[in-house]
């Protein structure tokens, strides 16, 4: 689990580095100026390294399910070349999927003022300034996008539905709290990334509010990564003390 952890760790602070400096430049000097060449290159590190967040993300469920459902044969499944095969085919996926998706986004034909409503170079301002013809790029760009995140999502569910049906086997009040809160960290940082991705791509780009996908993308881009040590770092005794006394600090003021 943590070696997952760890690579996951490192992928929200190359995701985070990507956005934060260009929406501080942005929100600072109220716009600027992006190259063709550099939108695409921010647009395709984007999508590589949340693309490979949502892969890690789905083996870490996995990971889970062999804990909880084959405890005794974890060692023996879960083994140092399975986990680095798991990374490695993370890594893979995502390089390909940002480069069909950069390729597609870029091929398009913009047209306008090429003025981008938003602080980065994402999908749903991108395709606001297309022009003639795109139906085959969106095709694949959706197309793409259906196969990461439901493809994620899909694992995550069933192995999640194997895990509820071991804990509920557990005869013991204590033990089934104690197995479901191996789970509860990841469970968290999965509802957060992907219920944030689901409503920023999954829904109709027409009418859409740039306030609303504003919000939604600093939360996405800077919030979770920020949250995710926290979350994960929660099942530590230590963690947990010294946020209590924190609160309690906070309380007395």
Known sequence: MYFLLSHLSFMDIC???VTVPQMMDVLLEHGAVLSYTRCAAQFFLFTFFGSIDCYLLATMAYDRYVAVCQPLLYVTIMTQKTRLSFVV???IAGLFSALVRTVSAFTLSFCGTNEIDFIFCDLPPLLK???GDSYTQEVVIIVFAIFVLPACMVVILVSYLFIIVAILRIPSAGGRAKTFSTCASHLTAVSLFFGTLIFMYMRDNSGQSSEEDLVVS????MVIPMLNPLIYSLRNKEVK???RKILNRIKLF
């Open 129 to 131: 300034l297309t022009c």
């Open 89 to 91: 085919g993370a890594y």
């Open 241 to 243: 003390e010294a946020l």
């Open 218 to 221: 600093v939360f996405y881009t």
């Open 15 to 17: 995701y985070s580095s």
